[in-house]
């Protein structure tokens, strides 16, 4: 069956640091790929998504590439602030649209301090 | 953006009892709607495809029977959690699809059964 690994949290950053979450999967095909992020007291959100190998997705300066070779869609992000504070998921769909049952990561809380 | 609405956010209640959380889709209509659980540390699990007008379709492991799902309007599906037990406190998340097969989620509740 399909699962997705990420690390484990919390990973506490100072403002202006680089962020890097990992995430890697095992799927049957060729799923899509997803990073949702969830604000406290908020429900989860979309943050970027990939649909095929090599593809890059991107928002908010956050990026993640699709890596078919190593089956990873690791998160990153250049210098992350106070804001970006969140619980992030990886995630991945057989069916090629988010509209399609997702298996989710753990979460990775992230706290970054100013 | 879109928002989908869940209520309560947190529940506290009695061995035995019965437990109702709702879903809604608030400026949309939704045919499909997701349920998931999510223990501590652990990824998020679906639980049920909510389908409006027909029956949920449930994972496997997923007692129908215990978790009832009701989709009766395009805006609305409900989860009940019946004679609820301590094994079943958990954070529970519904999703709902729009007609661009975008997801958008609940911010969850919280169960927890003394």
């Known amino acids: 069956g399909n699962s997705v690994t990420q690390m484990e949290g919390p990973v506490t950053l100072s403002e202006e640091a680089f962020l890097t979450i990992n995430c890697t999967y095992t799927?049957?095909?060729?799923?899509?790929l997803f990073w949702y992020v969830q604000y406290p007291g908020e429900g989860l959100q979309l943050l970027l998504k990939?649909?095929?190998?090599?593809d890059k997705g991107s928002n908010k300066g956050f990026e993640a590439t699709y890596r078919k070779e190593t089956t990873s869609f690791h998160l990153e992000k250049g210098s992350v602030q106070v804001s970006d504070s969140a619980v992030y998921f990886c995630a991945l769909s057989e069916g090629g649209a988010a509209g399609n049952k997702l298996t989710f990561g753990g979460g990775t809380r992230v706290l970054v301090k100013p | 953006g879109a928002v989908v609405s869940q209520h309560p956010s947190r529940v506290i209640c009695k061995s035995g009892t019965s437990v109702k959380i709702e879903c809604r889709s608030l400026?949309?209509?939704?045919?499909?709607m997701f349920w998931y659980r999510q223990f501590p540390k652990q990824s998020l699990m679906l639980m049920a495809t909510s389908n409006e007008g027909s029956k949920a379709t449930y994972e496997q492991g997923v007692e129908k029977d215990k978790f009832l799902i009701n989709h009766a309007s395009l805006t609305l599906s409900t989860l009940t959690v019946t004679s609820a037990h301590p094994e079943d406190s958990s954070f529970y998340i519904c999703?709902?699809?729009?007609?661009?097969?975008?997801?958008?989620f609940g911010s969850g509740t919280q169960l927890s059964v003394l």
């Open positions: 990939a649909t095929k190998a090599d």
């Open positions: 999703s709902a699809v729009d007609s661009n097969e975008k997801l958008f």
């Open positions: 400026d949309f209509q939704a045919t499909t």
């Open positions: 799927a049957t095909g060729y799923p899509s």
